[in-house]
């Protein structure tokens, strides 16, 4: 028996079920603006539905070194009062080269170069209210050097094996879900070719 492939499972995408009837802008400043649209919603009823749409890509970078370790980034998030250890991650111009923007990210918070730059995955990082989108790289060819993070910034570094990384995203510590992502599907990656043991 032919086995499927994995999106060979899933079923046609239905068409939108939504109709936008008006958009305004509510709120904007350099880094999000908020609208809110009147709607016909899928059961036919008039509704509103408010979109945050962030002025930039969000990108992430999962970096290893030829020991199987990575780095995390530890920082107190504002808007969850809460402090959090995260892949080295941030915004970027949407003009601009996606690995280059990243590399500049990598740079700043950990002070690392990289060689070799691959695109993991593409997320929505929660798709409900916002238009976000992400991309998660792997930088591996690692070279140190000295961080310059924002000034908006107060970040402590964590080298650690990669398997003990992805294991704080099983145990739950890892909570930001760029981080968790990227972590697990870079070690799923990385065990298929062979490079991290499960």
Same mark, same amino acid.
């Given at each position: 028996?032919?086995?499927?492939?994995?999106?060979?499972?899933?079923?046609?995408?239905?068409?939108?079920?939504?109709?936008?009837?008006?958009?305004?802008?509510?709120?904007?400043?350099?880094?999000?603006?908020?609208?809110?649209?009147?709607?016909?919603?899928?059961?036919?009823?008039?509704?509103?539905?408010?979109?945050?749409?962030?002025?930039?890509?969000?990108?992430?970078?999962?970096?290893?070194?030829?020991?199987?370790?990575?780095?995390?980034?530890?920082?107190?998030?504002?808007?969850?009062?809460?402090?959090?250890?995260?892949?080295?991650?941030?915004?970027?111009?949407?003009?601009?080269?996606? *690995?280059?923007? $990243? &590399?500049?990210? /990598? #740079?700043?918070?950990?002070? !690392?170069?990289?060689?070799?730059?691959?695109?993991?995955?593409?997320?929505?990082?929660?798709?409900?209210?916002?238009?976000?989108?992400?991309?998660?790289?792997?930088?591996?060819?690692?070279?140190?050097?000295?961080?310059?993070?924002?000034?908006?910034?107060?970040?402590?570094?964590?080298?650690?094996?990669?398997?003990?990384?992805?294991?704080?995203?099983?145990?739950?510590?890892?909570?930001? *879900?760029?981080? $968790? &992502?990227?972590? /697990? #599907?870079?070690?799923?990656? !990385?065990?298929?070719?062979?490079?991290?043991?499960?």
């Amino acid at each position: 028996m032919r086995h499927k492939r994995p999106a060979d499972w899933l079923p046609a995408p239905e068409p939108n079920p939504w109709v936008r009837r008006q958009s305004t802008q509510i709120y904007g400043n350099p880094w999000i603006s908020v609208r809110e649209d009147q709607v016909v919603r899928p059961d036919g009823s008039p509704g509103i539905y408010g979109v945050v749409e962030p002025a930039g890509i969000a990108l992430g970078v999962v970096p290893v070194d030829e020991e199987g370790f990575t780095w995390l980034v530890g920082q107190f998030r504002y808007p969850l009062d809460h402090y959090s250890w995260e892949i080295p991650e941030g915004g970027g111009d949407p003009e601009m080269d996606p *690995a280059a923007e $990243a &590399a500049r990210e /990598l #740079r700043e918070e950990t002070g !690392l170069q990289a060689d070799h730059w691959e695109p993991v995955m593409t997320l929505h990082t929660s798709n409900c209210f916002t238009s976000e989108k992400a991309l998660i790289f792997l930088a591996t060819g690692l070279q140190p050097g000295s961080a310059r993070p924002d000034g908006d910034e107060r970040l402590q570094l964590c080298r650690l094996p990669l398997s003990a990384a992805r294991d704080l995203v099983l145990e739950g510590m890892i909570t930001d *879900a760029m981080s $968790a &992502a990227g972590l /697990l #599907r870079v070690s799923l990656l !990385l065990e298929r070719r062979g490079i991290l043991d499960s």
